[in-house]
């Protein structure tokens, strides 16, 4: 425990700064000095760049405090890295620190076995401190059972080099998984892990100290209403007219003041979320200050308010603690304060950046915020190149996010004297010639029309997004139309997706224009190819580009803003006179890297040349040789070439969801390579003439493989992800087969097959552990163990018969490719001897599942005999292992599915006769199993609806979930999710295929 450190926090109640030993240069060294000390700078305001718990804030100890560990040793912490992953815990002078190494994904834990009684409300607190490179810095809480998690994460965690107390309060501490489930509440903590997560991966050193169970009083009862007086008022325009709840009477400020102030004071600690002001007209201060009194009868600034254009001020003030809050007027309006509203809003008002923009939708007209704001279900589609890493999106309704986790351009009309949004005009979506990756939004309102078109350009690394918007007047004579583009810090993916990239909003700290470029934050991100009539801008404070300007037919004289929310916007308009029958382009370009678009870029020529160039890569052998079925009714042959058309478009998105050769689902969530879905897009591209692509994704993932010889799940920009998926190694091995038979290419089979030996000694190592005494007799005996490679079983590792089916696969292309090869005959002799062995109690395993639960069904897994068609149509296709299986098992698993498909299609209702909610689109594969077990009608009916189900039929896109409910935000995954897509080329292929 560093005393001197937690003295004076408590004494000045400020943080302290600390120069962290052992750090030279962001590189950990052994051993390390004390640290001097130094009192730092006073608390931070909050802004919009926060999301609450980073900031310095000091907690004095009190009797309702119960240290953990002080840290005066270290003896009870042991390290839990993940696989490829180093992490030493050293004694630091009374400190616990973390020294971490990562090669790629994974994360270092430091874990303590504890026991501890939770009460009614807690939180655990602990002082932290680091350096090195953003993270991801989680707290966990494992209960009784060992088996049940809860966590607190804190998402791209910048360590602070001055000590800084967190505190994760229980409403903070979410289930993370396990078998009991978020409806058991937690009560007892038997260990605790502190965990950094690689964020950006790369060393670096975390210091943790003084790590406490803190026991929060629970008030009861309604909160007490403040008591609110000012340091002036006129007449009888008293404070207290502020907080009546009435919004015709109000608080006023005398004039003879040069500050004034405004406090309100609670009987105790209060917690809020943030303040909404509503300001007489002309009243607003020019800048004003909000502070915040936490019980030591000091005051520490909180929001700094600059430029107010007065009306409601929302202000974003999350996880804020206070037993007085006061506004301070630094720079008067042209007239004195005068508040008719002031409202102290709740902790869920601000929990998150996406949470506080949400409720400033809800005041607002339907169509002025996107649709995923306003709490409904949305969708997109994706805007970029093949091989490029960096890829735009486009919205439903028209928007364009400049790239991953930036900032969206939105289109608006202005049509006699209103400001037309997506809520007020009839929408549709397309995709040019029906199926090349290169979306278009389509907008119709009354005689006008609006059609904007995206697609990417540019070489990859140095890729723009062309933007086209063009109207067209269908009326009578000719007219002028007012075409905005609105630049706000809102991301095209929505709120509700929440992995990886979360989604929501961005951040605009500067926006200014110069000639035909806007500038964010310095950087030139727009491009207006066609100049504008004006441009203008505006900081948080001063209003909403669209809501708090457009709306009102009017538009900011900045030309260039800067905003301390980091929440600045702007917009430009064009306006254009649109003879009858004609149409009128304008256009923009995205730069999604350093680079710019060509100053002169002809808008038409580039989507036209993207158009020619997707043409070329699609239309070719044998994807253009998916023809319906001959003799096929009418009704059928148009149902095909509808989903020939949507394999069509598969493809084109998987290509563009690539990152150079790397296979990804998607851009966002999932802008990862899972050897899983790479495996099986890759053989979904194999199957329609792109070897390249596929030999290219083998290549690059190959290089990964960890030197046991596993494949590792999947691996990103930081390198390989150590999580242990035992499908994993299997796919692989199949991956290399696959290529082989489709390249022939001697020379890189060479190159691989001491992997695959590799990676067969790696699936026998774990065969063996279920080979022991311990499972000898039993349906584990001889398969892998249990792994969460299966989503549906991440709660609690399952023995996933997913997993087994593809080592199955894997060993017994590895037997194929030894011929290949020319191994010695020993050698494939002893891989026949593996398959063999292992495919004999896998067969066991299966038929003993079954006896045990009294299933008729092939399992999903071992452990709960569950009923999983979707998985275990990889026993037909890839796997081939239906002569393992009991006889009809098969059969009788898709005989199931069938009647819950169309019972769910015919009725809306699952088996219990509950209305469906949900189901994830990997559902097509069972198409193909259909197609396998001679079921052609059946299969046709599964793709008319799966067809019908996709969330923009015109885009041909799935995202991972489809929920029922078009009103229901939730998260959907990518999209389109290239691993759903290729599930459907494939099953399409074995309805059509040649």
């Not at 695959?756 to 790696?762: A, C, L, P």
């Not at 079921?935 to 799935?958: C, H, I, N, Y």
Request: a negative charge; one cysteine or more; aromatic letters at 8%.
């Amino acid at each position: 425990m560093r005393r001197v450190a937690i003295a004076a926090l408590v004494a000045t109640g400020s943080a302290v700064a600390m120069v962290f030993p052992g750090v030279v240069d962001g590189s950990t060294i052994a051993g390390g000095a004390g640290a001097p000390l130094a009192v730092a700078a006073p608390v931070s305001m909050v802004d919009w760049s926060t999301d609450g718990g980073n900031g310095p804030v000091a907690t004095p100890p009190s009797s309702l405090t119960q240290m953990i560990d002080d840290m005066s040793t270290i003896d009870a912490w042991t390290a839990a890295p993940a696989d490829g992953v180093k992490l030493d815990l050293v004694a630091d002078d009374g400190t616990l620190r973390m020294n971490y190494v990562f090669a790629g994904g994974g994360w270092a834990i430091a874990r303590r076995e504890v026991d501890l009684e939770l009460t009614e409300n807690w939180a655990i607190a602990f002082l932290v401190g680091g350096h090195g490179q953003v993270q991801h810095l989680e707290l966990k809480l494992i209960d009784e059972t060992g088996e049940n998690v809860w966590w607190h994460v804190r998402r791209d965690y910048t360590f602070p080099k001055v000590w800084t107390d967190l505190r994760s309060k229980k409403r903070q501490v979410q289930f993370a998984w396990g078998p009991g489930g978020a409806e058991r509440p937690l009560h007892h903590i038997k260990a605790i892990e502190i965990a950094v997560t690689a964020g950006s991966g790369g060393t670096g050193s975390v210091w943790i100290d003084d790590l406490r169970l803190e026991t929060i009083p629970v008030n009861r009862g309604p909160v007490p209403e403040p008591a609110i007086e000012a340091t002036s008022q006129v007449g009888s325009h008293g404070a207290d007219l502020a907080l009546d709840g009435d919004p015709a009477t109000w608080w006023q400020a005398g004039r003879e003041e040069r500050t004034t102030t405004l406090t309100m004071q609670f009987g105790r600690e209060q917690e809020f979320g943030g303040l909404t002001i509503d300001w007489l007209p002309g009243t607003c201060p020019r800048e004003y200050l909000i502070e915040l009194d936490e019980g030591d009868g000091l005051w520490r600034p909180a929001l700094h308010v600059p430029g107010s254009d007065g009306g409601r001020d929302q202000l974003y003030m999350p996880e804020s603690e206070a037993l007085r809050v006061r506004l301070s007027a630094l720079v008067p309006g042209a007239q004195p304060p005068a508040i008719a509203e002031l409202k102290l809003q709740p902790l869920g008002w601000s929990q998150s950046k996406e949470a506080f923009v949400m409720n400033l939708a809800k005041e607002a007209r339907r169509g002025l915020y996107p649709r995923g704001f306003t709490g409904e279900h949305t969708a997109w589609t994706v805007v970029g190149q093949d091989l490029d890493a960096r890829e735009g999106l486009i919205g439903r309704d028209g928007a364009i996010e400049a790239g991953p986790g930036a900032f969206s351009v939105e289109p608006f009309l202005w049509r006699g004297g209103k400001l037309v949004t997506w809520q007020d005009v009839e929408g549709s979506q397309s995709l040019v010639d029906g199926y090349l990756p290169i979306p278009q939004v389509h907008w119709r309102y009354g005689d006008l029309s609006l059609t904007v078109t995206a697609a990417g350009a540019g070489p990859a690394g140095a890729s723009y997004i062309v933007a086209r918007y063009r109207l067209e007047n269908h009326g009578a004579k000719s007219d002028t139309a007012r075409l905005f583009l609105a630049v706000r810090p809102l991301q095209v993916n929505p709120p509700s997706q929440f992995l990886n990239i979360r989604g929501g909003t961005s951040d605009i700290r500067q926006l200014e224009r110069e000639g035909d470029l806007v500038r964010v934050d310095g950087r030139p991100r727009l491009q207006l190819l066609t100049e504008p009539t004006g441009w203008g801008a505006s900081p948080f404070f001063g209003g909403d580009i669209v809501a708090d300007w457009m709306e009102q037919g009017r538009m900011p004289a900045a030309q260039a803003v800067g905003c301390v929310m980091n929440a600045a916007s702007g917009g430009a308009w064009w306006d254009v006179v649109v003879p009858a029958g004609a149409a009128r382009d304008i256009a923009v370009a995205l730069p999604l890297y350093e680079a710019l678009a060509p100053a002169k870029l002809d808008a038409n020529k580039a989507l036209k040349d993207a158009a020619r160039a997707w043409h070329k890569t699609l239309d070719k052998a044998p994807l253009k040789n998916l023809k319906a079925p001959r003799g096929a009714s009418p009704e059928r042959r148009a149902l095909a070439e509808k989903a020939i058309l949507a394999a069509k478009a598969q493809v084109g998105w998987i290509l563009v969801n690539r990152a150079g050769p790397a296979i990804q689902p998607g851009t966002r969530s999932y802008a990862r390579s899972w050897i899983r879905d790479g495996a099986l897009t890759g053989e979904a591209l194999l199957r329609m003439g792109f070897t390249k692509e596929a030999r290219a994704f083998l290549e690059w993932y190959a290089p990964h493989q960890y030197s046991n010889g596993k494949a590792p799940c999947v691996v990103d920009a930081r390198g390989a992800d150590p999580v242990p998926e035992h499908d994993s190694t299997g796919e692989f091995i199949h991956l290399v087969a696959q290529v082989w038979r489709h390249t022939q290419d001697r020379k890189l089979l060479r190159e691989m097959w001491p992997r695959v030996q590799r990676g067969v000694d790696y699936l026998e190592s774990l065969l063996e552990t279920r080979r022991t005494d311990e499972f000898r007799g039993t349906h584990f005996h001889g398969i892998l163990p249990p792994s969460i490679s299966h989503e549906g079983y991440s709660a609690k590792p399952m023995h996933s018969y997913w997993d087994d089916f593809f080592c199955l696969l894997g060993l017994r292309d590895a037997v194929w490719l030894a011929d290949q090869v020319g191994a010695p005959a020993a050698e494939v002799a002893r891989l026949q001897a593996i398959h063999d062995r292992f495919a004999a109690d896998l067969q066991a395993s299966v038929a003993a599942a079954m006896s045990h639960h009294g299933s008729d069904y092939v399992p999903g897994c071992a452990d709960l005999g569950d009923f999983d068609a979707t998985s275990t149509t990889i026993a037909l296709d890839p796997c081939d292992a239906a002569a393992l299986l009991p006889q009809g098992a098969l059969e009788r698993t898709f005989e199931r599915y069938w009647e819950f498909f169309a019972g769910r299609r015919d009725s809306g209702t699952l088996p219990d006769g509950k209305p469906w909610r949900d189901f994830t689109p990997y559902e097509v594969r069972c198409i193909g199993a259909a197609a396998r077990l001679g079921w052609t009608d059946r299969a046709w009916e599964m793709t008319e609806w799966f067809l019908s189900q996709q969330a923009v039929p015109g885009w041909k896109v799935w995202g991972e979930v489809v929920w029922r409910d078009p009103l229901e935000a939730k998260f959907i995954g990518d999209m389109p999710h290239g691993w759903v897509g290729s599930d459907f080329v494939r099953a399409v292929g074995d309805l059509v295929g040649p």
